[in-house]
């Protein structure tokens, strides 16, 4: 997709292509806890045709083929979708997906194609997610569904506003993207999936913690595989970055203590019918 230039920069592939890699593997198996709570969330039958819109590196496309379902994969970064085919390949899997570099504002897709519509930690992310949620359900066939995932807003959480803290006092020149995102409330998610016109609509919170055994591993994780802040990082230059990274994990320990992190990364989960 084209992002509007008032819009968050997340709204683009270049961050995420940055942070391809880096987020398949350490970020990635997290995100697939949330996506299996979203399969499980309605009933498919083996040889359904699902979308999976903004599909990152496979998250929730290869968890839809291992169960026999059919999934067409669409995303704005070309990095995130040679590793959802690399992965694919190596698992066995590509018979069942069709992936492809793509907009989500406009899917190549035909309406009413689909049974079901999954977007995982994706629409929150585009320039219009309005528009994003009328494309899903263009293309799901009457009956069908859409399941759409966005984190709650992660500035409650306080591992990660102390992070995101700790990165502004580091570097205050800069001005940083807030954590949080759109769809980030209940109702804002139920609102969304009515207004796209999807009925039966219910969210549901869930949480799936993440742990790291000191301030320094969560700082590195979240340095390497989150996408405002590796943008942070390309920006400030490898010497900048390495003054701002010792800093930003003395102010992490300072805040949250010498020992292991928890991170609870709630996130709602929001179902509608077409």
């Given at each position: 997709m ?77 990095e ?55 494309e ?9 569904c ?30 940083l ?17 009515i ?35 590796a ?38 989960i ?5």
């Open positions: 084209t992002a509007d230039p008032r819009t968050s920069p997340l709204a683009s592939p270049d961050p995420w292509n940055l942070v391809s890699a880096s987020y398949t593997r350490e970020l990635a198996p997290h995100c697939e806890m949330f996506a299996a709570d979203a399969l499980a969330s309605v009933p498919l039958a083996a040889g359904a045709a699902i979308v999976d819109v903004a599909c990152g590196p496979g998250t929730l496309t290869l968890l839809a083929a291992q169960r026999g379902l059919r999934v067409s994969a669409i995303d704005f970064s070309p995130m979708i040679a590793l959802l085919r690399a992965r694919a390949e190596a698992g066995g899997a590509a018979g069942l997906i069709e992936a492809g570099v793509g907009d989500g504002h406009a899917l190549p897709f035909a309406s009413g194609q689909f049974r079901a519509g999954f977007s995982v930690f994706g629409l929150m992310f585009f320039a219009d997610p309005a528009r994003g949620l009328v899903l359900h263009r293309v799901i066939a009457p009956g069908g859409a399941v759409i995932v966005s984190w709650a807003p992660l500035d409650r959480v306080p591992a990660i506003a102390a992070l995101f803290a700790a990165l502004r006092r580091a570097a205050p020149e800069l001005a993207p807030a954590p949080a995102a759109p769809l980030g409330e209940v109702d804002e998610v139920r609102a969304a999936l207004a796209a016109g999807f009925a039966g609509v219910t969210v549901e919170t869930v949480a799936h913690p993440l742990s790291f055994d000191s301030p320094a591993a969560f700082w590195s994780t979240f340095a390497a595989s989150v996408a405002p802040v943008l942070v990082r390309r920006r400030l230059g490898a010497a900048r970055w390495a003054a701002v990274s010792a800093a930003a994990v003395g102010d992490l320990s300072a805040a949250l203590g010498p020992g292991a992190v928890l991170v609870p990364m709630p996130a709602h929001g179902i509608g019918w077409r």
